[in-house]
């Protein structure tokens, strides 16, 4: 038998993010501790993103709310797809329990390793020292907020003042058009710097049309990132396009960790794993899931988890046990 106790958490941003939704203060979310009668403890994480198409907080809550203080492991299996995020928390715990994943990855990685965001717009042009000087060598940039020819010369200079193994992301969050999306992709490939992706550029309810039309006219691979939020989206959309679509994935709201791991493995898919803005008791979770997939010999892409610095807390430097203790 286990036994679960839950708490939540509320982070505040340094500065507010625009979403969707509007403007984002305060990261919410529900830490699990689960104990089994030997005293062994582990913690889980529900870091909902409703505007991916998670639950809320709310129904998080509630699930946690009608949830035996008493169970078996078993239960954990019956949270239904409609709740990934819960399937998240619980499974990482449960998977944690019986030693499929450990409690802490056994190296944390590089900046090497984590892509890092530039600002929009010019800003970008000079941004990118510093994060350079830290040792990072993938780059993300958001495109899709100023007027496209202005951005399709920022790009010339930002490729140009790049040095020549830095590795860019250009990611649209869904707000292009199909004509501009394909200026994109033509300005990728002739851009003086490795392109490695154009991510999302339509919305998801356009882009499963749209790939078959451009199939074999760029260089430059798409990426779908709003389009895969959970595990089920991600099936449907895999069975549809080709397998040249590399997939960023949120592992925090993408269900239980273990089926994304063999699902990912199983297709050999192309995937970015990236953060849904968790504590470092999710992070753990999803990072020690990256290990698995290079491990396996996918493709050892950037993490998409350099955002730690954009909370106010210092929870980046804090075990599990105290952060439990915080709240
Ligand atoms: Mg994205």
């Not at 490939?189 to 490695?196: C, G, H, K, L």
């Not at 451009?214 to 549809?240: K, M, N």
Request: hydrophobic residues 45%.
């Amino acid at each position: 038998m286990l036994s679960l106790q839950v708490r939540s958490y509320s982070r505040s941003f340094r500065q507010p993010l625009h979403t969707a939704h509007g403007r984002w203060e305060q990261r919410t979310g529900l830490i699990l501790r689960l104990e089994l009668e030997t005293g062994s403890v582990t913690f889980g994480e529900i870091a909902p993103l409703p505007w991916f198409g998670t639950e809320t907080l709310a129904q998080a809550q509630a699930l946690c709310d009608r949830w035996p203080r008493h169970f078996t492991v078993d239960k954990i299996a019956e949270i239904p797809d409609t709740l990934p995020a819960c399937q998240f928390g619980f499974g990482t715990a449960r998977d944690r329990l019986s030693a499929k994943l450990p409690s802490e990855p056994p190296l944390s990685p590089s900046p090497a390793d984590i892509c890092a965001l530039l600002p929009p717009g010019e800003a970008a042009l000079t941004h990118w020292q510093p994060l350079w000087q830290q040792g990072h060598r993938t780059f993300k940039w958001k495109i899709g907020v100023a007027s496209i020819d202005d951005e399709l010369s920022l790009l010339r200079d930002l490729a140009q003042s790049l040095p020549p193994t830095a590795r860019l992301r250009l990611d649209a969050n869904g707000g292009l058009t199909a004509t501009a999306a394909a200026a994109w992709l033509s300005a990728c490939d002739r851009a003086s710097v490795a392109i490695e992706f154009l991510e999302q550029p339509l919305p998801p309810d356009q882009i499963i049309d749209w790939l078959p039309q451009i199939a074999g006219q760029f260089g430059t691979p798409v990426a779908l990132d709003e389009s895969v939020a959970t595990l089920q989206q991600l099936r449907q959309v895999q069975q549809q396009v080709n397998s040249q679509i590399v997939y960023v994935v949120k592992p925090a709201i993408a269900g239980f960790p273990q089926r994304l791991l063999d699902y990912c493995l199983e297709h050999q898919l192309d995937v970015v794993l990236s953060s849904a803005l968790e504590t470092p008791i999710g992070r753990t979770a999803a990072l020690t899931l990256a290990q698995r997939l290079w491990a396996a010999g996918l493709p050892r892409r950037a993490l998409g988890f350099g955002v730690d610095h954009w909370f106010i807390d210092d929870w980046v430097h804090c075990s599990e046990v105290d952060l439990w203790q915080q709240l």
